[in-house]
């Protein structure tokens, strides 16, 4: 069974480290949430507390919960503080060199021989 943080993209995984900070959706009617994130699923669903919802006309409305269905999402704003997130610096970490490579093609160029038998 493979590891689940592997199989989770980095937008996922952001958006798990935005909860319990104040973000921004924007919703595919046009509606903007301002908010205090509480949950955040794989699927994007979200749930927000003490919200300020911008309607498109530019009316503002206070409520006290909601939950957002994740394909509904347009888009997210989480706070700039996140831009120093562990996955990014995991993922910046890796360079190029030694063992990075893949296949076998690779490894015998890097010793310096030619194909080996075929079939």
């Known amino acids: 069974m493979p590891n ?3 199989t989770i993209g980095i937008p996922i995984k952001l958006l798990n480290e935005a909860t319990g900070h104040i973000v921004t959706v924007e919703i595919t009617s046009g509606n ?3 908010g205090k994130l509480l949950e955040a699923e794989d699927n ?3 749930q927000l507390r003490d919200i300020t919802v911008t309607a498109r006309d530019g009316r ?3 409520l006290d919960q909601v939950y957002i269905r994740g394909s509904h999402v ?3 704003i989480v706070p700039d503080m996140l831009r120093n997130a562990p996955m990014f610096r ?3 970490a890796r360079g ?3 063992g990075l ?3 076998r093609a690779t490894v015998n160029r890097a010793r310096g021989q030619r194909g080996g038998p075929r079939g």
């Open 90 to 92: 995991a993922r910046n």
């Open 96 to 98: 190029r060199g030694v």
């Open 44 to 46: 994007m669903n979200c």
């Open 101 to 103: 490579a893949r296949g």
């Open 60 to 62: 503002v409305s206070h």
């Open 32 to 34: 903007v949430y301002r």
């Open 74 to 76: 347009r888009y997210f």
């Open 4 to 6: 689940m943080t592997s």
